[in-house]
Nanobody, 122 residues
Framework: VQLQASGGGLVQAGGSLRLSCAASGRPSSRYAMGWFRQAPGKEREFVGSINRLEGTTYYVDSVKGRFTISRDNAKNTVYLQMNSLKPEDTARYYC????????????????WGQGTQVTVSS
């Protein structure tokens, strides 16, 4: 499966963005989908994920209540709605797909997109 992330940009603190991750090649419904981010000089960080079957979502504590992951299997697309953005959310955001039913770590993910840059100004 190929993944294409989009929707990044420059936004002021407190603003919102919605990232999209479009899958091609195979139905995204076959995969658990995750979002990760990496800021310059920092390690890649798990942001959140959505499971393949029941659609259960998981988030890192720093984004709980602000970010929401959803999926539209008919469009082969997964979304990351980001509200109340903070400067510390600035990073390149990557979507990833996993054949594991409930992935818990980045090594569980088999396919990665190229990322989209999110910059939050203060």
């Amino acid at each position: 499966v190929q993944l294409q992330a989009s929707g990044g940009g420059l936004v002021q603190a407190g603003g919102s963005l919605r990232l999209s991750c479009a899958a091609s090649g195979r139905p995204s419904s076959r995969y658990a989908m995750g979002w990760f981010r990496q800021a310059p000089g920092k390690e890649r960080e798990f942001v959140g994920s959505i499971n393949r079957l029941e659609g259960t979502t998981y988030y890192v504590d720093s984004v709980k209540g602000r970010f929401t992951i959803s999926r539209d299997n008919a469009k082969n697309t997964v979304y990351l709605q980001m509200n109340s953005l903070k400067p510390e959310d600035t990073a390149r955001y990557y979507c990833a797909a996993s054949i594991v039913l409930a992935p818990t770590q980045s090594s569980d993910y088999n396919y990665w997109g190229q990322g989209t840059q999110v910059t939050v100004s203060s």
